[in-house]
T-cell receptor, first 118, second 115 residues
């Protein structure tokens, strides 16, 4: 079963506007982490922001903020003041206990391709 | 230093070749990962090493053989690959702490083409 769901395959936003990328998740692990990564066409995965399951406040990192609604199991990424360089693929990921191994690993959603228009 | 270094960046190999992908980090992370990413798809977990021991193998074919010679290095040995194994191979590392979830840092990846 899909554990991380990103329902927006592609998004367009005008330069300088804000955009929200959606992410919902499913887990029975009480201690988990939610992450957003940016992947430009070059292929590198760039860490943007992290939210822990026990964190009381929404995470923020510069122009990035994470709208964490635990009861709804959603962790949407908000990018304020979009820039042309923000055009990339964005992945939501969850780090949780992996099956019965006692170890944690990241699983990724299908991604959202964001295009910032001038 | 928050860098994970992967070499080579690009690799073209024949189906009878043997090659290795290398990954290095000096952040003191004790968990290291290999992911495979096909075009227009999310990364898929292949292997996880924790304290230099293989802890997760996602039913990866034996033509992929991981190795963790020390806490800073992770290799992926390739032998008798198929064209469908062509993909971006990403290495990542993270801290390994009981009860604490931390971010994973990724390398730039190796773009592998099997001909």
């Amino acid at each position: 079963a899909q554990k991380i769901t990103q329902t927006q395959p592609g998004m367009f936003v005008q330069e300088k506007e804000a955009v929200t990328l959606d992410c919902t998740y499913d887990t029975s692990d009480p201690s988990y982490g939610l992450f957003w990564y940016k992947q430009p066409s070059s292929g590198e995965m760039i860490f943007l922001i992290y939210q822990g399951s026990y964190d009381q406040q929404n995470a923020t990192e510069g122009r990035y903020s994470l709208n964490f609604q635990k009861a709804r199991k959603s962790a949407n990424l908000v990018i304020s003041a979009s820039q042309l360089g923000d055009s990339a693929m964005y992945f939501c990921a969850m780090r949780e206990l992996y099956m019965d191994t006692g170890r944690r690993a990241l699983t990724f959603g299908s991604g959202t391709r964001l295009q910032v228009q001038p | 230093d928050t860098e994970v270094t992967q070499t080579p960046k690009h690799l073209v190999m024949g189906m009878t070749n043997k090659k290795s992908l290398k990954c290095e980090q000096h952040m003191g992370h004790r968990a290291m990962y290999w992911y495979k990413q096909k075009a227009k798809k999310p990364p898929e977990l292949m292997f996880v090493y924790s304290y230099e021991k293989l802890s997760i193998n996602e039913s990866v074919p034996s033509r992929f053989s991981p190795e963790c010679p020390n806490s800073s290095l992770l290799n992926l040995h390739l032998h008798a690959l198929q064209p469908e194994d062509s993909a971006l191979y990403l290495c990542a590392s993270s801290q390994e702490e009981v009860g604490r979830v931390t971010e994973a840092f990724f390398g730039q990846g190796t773009r592998l083409t099997v001909v």
